[in-house]
């Protein structure tokens, strides 16, 4: 099976789309769409969105700035305890914000933002508008208006609220909308609120009104992260210091900073942030604006990005997709290419994330299910295409190879590339006594039924064996063991193949019927030895078969046959690796072309095992040069006088002596 990714992307592409139906191709192409919408509009999609945004959230916390306590920014806030101790829980208390105003003011704060709604008649109201006429530094007060935030802000208190500010009059109190706007499906605050004409500037922009492409943002929050648990990014100070006689004492820590004036009171102006998945806390709503200030400070406004490139990036994971599913390569090199593109695809969010680049909307988990969607709607087609051609090549290879092998070839062609390679293995040839003056007999009708008959019927005993059936010529059935896969059992199962070879030869001329002539016998040989093995002929038409001296030796046992009289003849080389106790002895011949004598030895299971085992004895001691075993061979021969193969034997070690050979024809 190749390697190269490259190639088996397109040319296994080109051959799915070439092989796909209309109907599973209409299918194919369906849920490609799908998948490039969804890992499109990921975030336009119920559910997916959830994922989504808390995908952003987690990424969002991961690329945060962990920063030093930030010194340009400080919280005054009202909390529980300042209640408790006022007695006085809403509104807050409006004499103790005059007076804490009027310390803070006389600190030289840099700008004051006021957090808290002045929306409704109080009896310190004359106090609270004489601070604000005498302050002097940038001040600016809490404004929403009943269009924008109609739970928030009835229409009457807007009415007072801008009342309020009609009594400070000129001076340095101006109004800012502290609007913010959470995600409606979850609630949490990730980016900027929309800052409409019809409202006061933000707060943050109010407060420092230096960039002023900031008035437009509308974008993510660049929420920044504690560089120590032990300093949050912003102060806080309880505002009752400033109400006391140790007041001045703070001037550190105001002169210089913008100032955020807001509540800190338990179940009031609680906001959910992506912070709240690392802790679960809430922040404030003076908080969530201390850190729009602090951005805008910074100058921070990450690059939208753009549609073109969400598109780009969404056919990307889609082609991405399909194209894994054609990959034909080893399982580990597979693995990789999957756990690379899970790096690149998971890793790319965080990267421009890092990058200063804006990626709340940017559909992360779309790219996931897309890249799946593709995958699977390619996978399948790929799949169907391959199992029907699957099902053609083992119905293919199952003619040649035994099931487990055709279907490991399947699994790894390189078993059958297109090469050559030496192994040992155990060949057999097979051939039907008389078929040449039987083809003359017959009709080529019916010589073609019968052939067919035969074949398949050794054919399908070699299958059965675990056997490779190389090549059929004429009647005679050329097969082999020990490739492309070999078995420790091998030389079994090709011994037991042969005598079923026999058998079923034997059992096809009982049945050829009336109208056949008599069928001869199946005569075989079998031989282990060397032989190149492999698939040639050139690419264009190939066959896998095996070449060499083995094979030659086995055709030349199964010729032999016809001299000695036998049906089946197995080597020593054979016989020597096999487990079964079946074989008598056939002496030493050299066969036909050759000058190396080589043993020979038939099985015979149906004769008695003693005599078998008599039959061996006596030939090894004869081999051995004791003369005595002659006699008591040729007694065992004339009380089987049917058994013309062992007459033969007998006569021939008789003329070849003890530790000879025959050479057949020779006499």
């Known amino acids: 099976m190749g390697d190269s990714a490259g190639p088996n992307w397109t040319s296994r592409a080109k051959r799915t789309l070439r092989q796909v139906g209309p109907m599973r191709l209409a299918g194919m192409v369906l849920f490609l769409v799908l998948g490039l919408l969804f890992a499109r509009y990921s975030w336009d999609i119920p559910l997916a969105k959830d994922a989504e945004r808390a995908l952003y959230d987690i990424r969002l916390l991961e690329t945060a700035e962990r920063m030093p306590q930030d010194d340009r920014i400080v919280m005054v806030v009202y909390t529980d305890e300042t209640l408790e101790a006022l007695a006085k829980r809403s509104p807050l208390d409006r004499e103790m914000l005059a007076n804490a105003l009027l310390k803070i003011d006389a600190m030289n704060p840099k700008s004051i933002g006021i957090d808290i709604l002045i929306d409704q008649p109080q009896a310190e109201d004359p106090i609270l508008i004489d601070a604000f006429r005498r302050v002097e530094t940038p001040t600016w007060l809490a404004f929403a208006s009943n269009a924008t935030s109609p739970d928030y802000m009835k229409l009457w208190q807007e009415q007072f609220l801008t009342g309020f500010l009609d009594r400070i009059g000129p001076g340095a109190v101006k109004p800012a909308s502290i609007m913010l706007e959470p995600d409606l499906e979850d609630g949490v605050i990730r980016s900027w609120p929309r800052q409409p004409d019809s409202l006061p500037p933000l707060l943050a922009t109010a407060m420092a009104p230096i960039h002023p492409e900031f008035r437009d943002y509308s974008r993510s929050i660049a929420f920044r992260l504690p560089e120590s648990l032990d300093y949050p990014v912003f102060s806080k100070l309880p505002i009752d210091l400033f109400v006391t006689d140790f007041a001045d004492a703070l001037r550190p820590q105001i002169e210089g900073r913008h100032v955020l004036i807001g509540g800190d009171i338990q179940d009031v102006d609680d906001y959910e942030t992506p912070m709240s998945r690392l802790d679960g806390r809430l922040t404030k709503g003076v908080e969530v604006h201390a850190h ?376």
Do not use: C
Not at 302 to 321: H, Q, R, S, Y
Not at 389 to 396: G, L, W
């Open 292 to 667: 729009l200030l602090a951005q805008l400070l910074d100058g921070k406004l990450p690059a939208a990005i753009p549609g073109w490139a969400l598109w780009l990036v969404a056919v990307a994971v889609v082609v991405a997709g399909g194209l894994t599913s054609l990959l034909e390569m080893r399982s580990w090199k597979l693995a990789a290419v999957l756990i690379g593109q899970v790096i690149f695809f998971v890793s790319l969010p965080f990267l421009v994330q890092a990058g200063n680049i804006d990626t709340l909307g940017l559909p992360a988990f779309g790219w996931a299910v897309g890249w799946l969607f593709a995958f699977a709607a390619v996978g399948t087609a790929a799949r169907a295409v391959g199992s029907e051609q699957r099902r053609f090549a083992q119905s293919t290879l199952g003619k040649y190879l035994p099931v487990d092998i055709a279907n490991q070839i399947l699994r790894d062609p390189e078993r059958l590339a297109l090469k050559g390679e030496k192994r040992q293995i155990y060949a057999i040839f097979t051939d039907m006594e008389g078929f040449t003056k039987l083809s003359h007999a017959i009709t080529p009708e019916q010589l073609s039924t019968l052939l067919n008959r035969y074949l398949d019927l050794l054919s399908d005993t070699v299958l059965k064996h675990g056997g490779t059936i190389d090549k059929f010529v004429g009647d005679a059935v050329v097969a082999f063991w020990g490739a492309p896969i070999a078995r420790e059992d091998d030389a079994d199962r090709a011994i037991n193949a042969a005598v079923a070879m026999y058998e079923a030869g034997q059992e096809f001329a009982r049945s050829g019927g009336d109208d056949i002539p008599p069928l001869g016998k199946t005569r075989v040989g079998l031989h282990r030895g060397e032989a190149v093995v492999g698939n040639f002929g050139g690419e264009g038409r190939i066959q896998y078969t095996a070449l060499g001296d083995g094979m030659n030796t086995a055709a030349r046992l199964e010729s032999a046959n016809k001299s000695l009289k036998t049906t089946i003849l197995v080597s020593s080389e054979a016989r020597r690796q096999s487990t079964l106790d079946l074989f008598r002895p056939m002496g030493r011949i050299v066969l036909s072309g050759r000058a190396t004598p080589v043993e020979v030895w038939e099985p015979a299971p149906q004769m008695d095992t003693t005599l078998r085992q008599t039959l061996t004895t006596l030939w090894e001691r004869f081999d051995g040069g004791d003369m005595s075993a002659l006699p008591e061979l040729e007694q065992l021969a004339e009380a089987h006088k049917e058994d013309a193969a062992l007459a033969n034997f007998v006569y021939r070690i008789r003329e070849a002596g003890p530790g000879g050979h025959f050479v057949l024809g020779s006499k």
